[in-house]
């Protein structure tokens, strides 16, 4: 069974400060998601990470992918409040389905 | 281009009953998938559509059924509600049905009680 693991699933971080997202899932896969949702709102598609080595960055949010070590990464950089939200890393299961983490709450303060 | 369309937007129901939820896809997508979000939560594959017919299926009971209809809209219907079935489902739809981009939909938030 394909598991999704995030951590840590709450972050409260400070204005202006940086840190990383991680997401580790349990089998082999070439392709990763990256997703926010707002409180009471859908899901926002951020990243789709489609090969190993990939990188995008979208502002301040920056994601990667290491298909080897079945990792992806999230990395803020100088958190600004509006990226206060919950971000969900989902990876493809049977190739129909999404298996999603159970989300990074986050929270920037001034 | 019109993007994923869901209703209603909330729903309270009273366990036992029965609930249909709709969703229209995006223009262009022949692919409905349905998932289940409770609260704190990632949201949990219930199953797809492609073409009018169920193109796989995650770990529901079969009270959760599902209909596509030739436009590409889809039905979730859930039977016999429990107070676990409380939750917000989200629609997405895909240009197809293996490796597409899933578009969401702003989902309906259901209450059972």
């Known amino acids: 069974e394909l598991k999704v693991e995030q951590n840590p699933l709450f972050l409260s971080m400070q204005e202006g400060k940086n840190y990383t997202i991680y997401c580790n899932y349990s089998?082999?896969?070439?392709?990763l998601y990256w997703y926010r949702q707002d409180p009471g709102k859908s899901l926002e598609s951020l990243f789709v990470l489609l090969s190993n080595g990939a990188v995008k960055q979208e502002g301040r949010l920056m994601a990667s992918l290491d298909t080897k070590a079945r990792l992806s990464t999230l990395h803020i950089t100088a958190a600004v409040h509006d990226l206060s939200a919950t971000y969900f890393c989902a990876v493809p299961n049977s190739g129909y389905a999404l298996n999603f983490g159970k989300g990074t709450s986050l929270l920037v303060t001034p | 281009e019109t993007g994923v369309t869901q209703s209603p937007t909330h729903l309270i129901k009273t366990r036992g009953q029965q609930v249909t939820l709709r969703c229209s896809s995006q223009s262009g997508h022949n692919t409905v998938s349905w998932y289940q979000q409770a609260l704190g939560q990632g949201p949990q594959f219930i199953f797809q559509?492609?073409?009018?017919?169920?193109?796989g299926r995650g770990n529901f009971p079969p009270r959760f059924s599902g209909l596509q209809f030739p436009n590409y809209s889809s039905e979730l219907n859930v039977n016999a509600l429990e107070l676990d079935d409380s939750a917000l489902y989200l629609c997405a739809s895909s240009r197809d049905r293996v490796n597409s981009p899933l578009h969401f939909g702003n989902g309906t938030r259901l209450t059972v009680t």
């Open positions: 559509y492609y073409r009018e017919e169920e193109n």
């Open positions: 089998t082999t896969s070439d392709r």
